[in-house]
C-alpha cells in the first residue's frame, strides 16, 4: 500500500529531506547515477553537496538565485543540492528556450552568476548562448569550481557529512526552493516560484497516490529546468529511497531503450512523443523490465498504449496532469487503475474548484490550491505575486468525478477553444479526430479570425497524405460536429516541439499567421 498522506510530512527544506531520507535507506544505498555510470550513495551525494556549495557560497550571496544552466546528470543535482546546503535559490535556466526568453528568464530572476560546465557547452554547442548570458551575468564553469576543492573543502564535507544539520543553511519550509519557467507553450515563460514545502509536498502525494518500491530505479531523460523532471525525475525517486537515473536529453532515441535495460530500470518519465519514439527503435527486451511508464506535459495517444503493449507486453503507460506552478504533480493515474483518456485521480491535499466559462457545457475552468501550489510568480520588480487566497488558475478546461478519486478529464485549455459560428469549439478535440484517422503522425490545430464564422480551424500534421475528406468521413462515423473539423492542413516536416516535447503553438500559430498571408 500506498504510504499515508499527512501536510507535516511536507513541512521541512529539501535539503533536510534529503538527510531523513538516507537515516530512512540508508547512508550507503546507491541513490544516483548518469551515463558516466558512477554511482553514488547517499553519504556520497550528501558530501559531494557540501563540498561544492561550499566553493560556490565563496562567491555568492546568502539567499541569492544562482541560476544551473546544465543538462540532466548527476553534477545538476550535486549543484541542486549544494546550492540549498548553503542557502542558495537553485535557479533553473531552460537552454532550449532561445536567446530571447534565456535573457528575459535572467534579468525577470535577477541572476548575477549561472553555473554551467565545459563539457556541456562544448558538446551543445552553445557557445552563442554563454556569449549573450555573459553581456548580463557571469557565466562559471563547475570544472574550474572543483579543481580548487581542496583538502581543507573536503575535510570540511567529511565534517558536514557527519554533523549535517549543524553545517547546513537553516532555511525555513516556506522559503524559496527553486524558480522555474513556464514552458512558453501558449506564451512568454513566467517565473515560478516553488517552496520548500511545495517540492517535498509534492514528492508525498505522489508516494501516497502510487505504491513506491526502494528498490526500483527511475530513468529520466527529461531536463530538470523542467518541473516534470525535476521534482519526478530527481526528488522524487531520491527522497523515496529509489535510484536515479539522469540521462542529458530525451532526443537520443537509439540510445536511450537499450540504456533503460542495462541501468535496470523499474519507471521511465517521459512524454508521449518521446515513448513513441523509443517503442519503436527499441529492440526486444529494451523495455520489458519496466514496471510502468509515466507520462506528462501531454496527451498521451491510444497508438502509444497499443505500441508499447504490442512490443514489450502489459507495461502500463500511466498519462498524468500538472503544472509548473503545482511542483507540478497535480493528478496521474495508478499502475492498478489505468483509465485511458483520463490524467488519472486527483493527488491527496488537492483543493479543487471549477468555475463556468461561458460557451463550454461539458467541463469548467479549474483552480487548484494545496501544499504543491507555487507561493507566486516573479514580477518586473523582482519580487513574488502571491496567489490570491492560495488560489492558482490553470487556464485548463476539466471535469471531475465527484466520487473519492476525483478522477479528471482535460478538455483542453481555455486558450485553446474557438468561437465559430457562435458555438465553442475545443481545439484540443480538433487534434484528437487528426490522432485518430493517423494515428502515426504528429497533429497540431491552432486557429485564426474569420470574416464569416469568428475562427477558422488550421490543422498542421506530419503526414503528408492527410486529407480533409478523411476527417470529414470520420467525424461523421463518430458524430462528430462539422464545425470541429479543420478545413485546411498544412503539411509539414516537423510539427515544431519545446525542448520538453510540448507542442510550441506560438511557433505554429506563426507558422498559421504566415501561410494565411501567402494564401
Not at 212 to 233: A, I, K, Q, R, Y
Not at 423 to 442: F, H, K, N, Q, Y
Request: charged share 25%.
Amino acid at each position: 500500500m500506498p504510504r499515508a498522506y499527512d501536510t507535516r510530512d511536507g513541512e521541512q527544506s529539501v535539503f533536510d529531506a534529503l538527510l531523513a531520507a538516507r537515516e530512512r535507506y540508508g547512508a550507503k544505498k546507491p541513490i544516483l547515477e548518469d551515463q558516466d555510470r558512477n554511482p553514488l550513495s547517499y553519504t556520497d551525494l550528501i558530501r559531494a553537496s557540501f563540498a561544492l556549495g561550499r566553493k560556490v557560497a565563496q562567491f555568492t550571496e546568502p539567499g541569492e538565485r544562482v541560476g544551473i544552466l546544465l543538462p540532466s546528470g548527476s553534477g545538476v543535482v550535486v549543484t541542486f543540492f549544494g546550492l540549498h546546503a548553503f542557502g542558495r535559490v537553485p535557479t533553473m535556466l531552460n537552454f532550449t528556450s532561445g536567446l530571447r526568453n534565456l535573457r528575459a528568464a535572467c534579468k525577470l530572476a535577477g541572476i548575477k552568476r549561472v553555473l554551467t560546465a565545459h563539457r556541456f557547452i562544448e558538446q551543445g554547442k552553445l557557445h552563442d548562448l554563454v556569449d549573450a548570458l555573459e553581456a548580463t551575468c557571469e557565466v562559471i564553469y563547475l570544472e574550474d569550481v572543483r579543481e580548487k576543492i581542496g583538502l581543507a573543502d573536503k575535510l570540511f564535507a567529511a565534517a558536514a557529512d557527519k554533523f549535517p544539520r549543524r553545517f547546513r543553511a537553516p532555511l525555513k519550509p516556506d522559503d524559496p526552493g527553486v524558480i522555474l519557467f513556464t514552458s512558453g507553450s501558449f506564451g512568454a515563460p513566467r517565473g515560478v516560484v516553488l517552496s520548500h514545502t511545495n517540492l517535498v509536498s509534492n514528492v508525498q502525494q505522489i508516494a501516497s497516490h502510487i505504491e513506491l518500491d526502494p528498490d526500483w530505479v527511475m530513468f529520466n531523460p527529461l531536463p530538470t529546468f523542467h518541473c516534470f523532471g525535476l521534482t519526478g525525475g530527481v526528488l522524487l525517486p531520491i527522497l523515496t529511497g529509489m535510484k536515479a537515473f539522469q540521462y542529458p536529453s530525451p532526443l537520443h532515441i537509439k540510445q536511450i531503450p537499450p540504456l533503460i535495460r542495462d541501468s535496470g530500470a523499474s519507471i521511465l518519465l517521459a512524454t508521449d512523443t518521446f515513448v513513441n519514439q523509443y517503442a519503436r527503435s527499441a529492440d526486444a527486451g529494451d523495455l520489458s523490465g519496466l514496471k510502468f511508464i509515466v507520462c506528462g506535459a501531454e496527451k498521451v495517444r491510444d497508438e502509444t498504449h497499443n505500441l508499447v503493449a504490442a512490443r514489450f507486453g502489459p507495461i502500463p503507460v500511466l498519462e498524468g496532469y500538472g503544472a509548473t506552478e503545482a511542483s507540478p504533480v497535480v493528478a496521474v493515474n495508478k499502475p492498478v487503475d489505468n483509465r485511458r483518456g483520463t490524467v488519472g485521480g486527483m493527488l491527496p491535499g488537492m483543493e479543487t474548484r471549477i468555475e463556468p466559462v461561458e460557451g463550454i457545457t461539458d467541463g469548467g475552468r479549474l483552480f487548484l490550491r494545496g501544499p504543491n501550489v507555487m507561493i507566486g510568480y516573479l514580477n518586473e520588480a523582482g519580487g513574488i505575486d502571491a496567489l490570491p487566497g492560495g488560489w492558482h488558475d490553470t487556464g485548463d478546461v476539466v471535469t471531475i468525478t465527484d466520487d473519492d478519486d476525483r478522477w479528471v478529464v482535460i478538455k483542453g485549455r481555455v486558450k485553446r477553444f474557438a468561437k465559430i459560428g457562435g458555438e465553442m469549439v475545443s481545439l484540443t478535440a480538433a487534434e484528437d479526430l487528426a490522432a485518430a484517422v493517423w494515428p502515426d503522425g504528429r497533429h497540431a490545430v491552432v486557429s485564426l479570425p474569420d470574416s464569416k464564422k469568428g475562427e477558422r480551424l488550421i490543422l498542421f500534421t506530419d503526414r503528408i497524405d492527410a486529407a480533409v475528406s478523411e476527417l470529414v468521413t470520420h467525424a461523421k462515423t463518430v458524430g462528430a460536429p462539422e464545425i470541429a473539423i479543420p478545413r485546411r492542413i498544412v503539411m509539414v516536416a516537423e510539427v515544431p516541439v519545446l525542448g520538453t516535447g510540448k507542442t510550441d503553438y506560438v511557433a505554429i500559430q506563426r507558422l498559421a499567421e504566415t501561410d494565411a498571408r501567402a494564401a
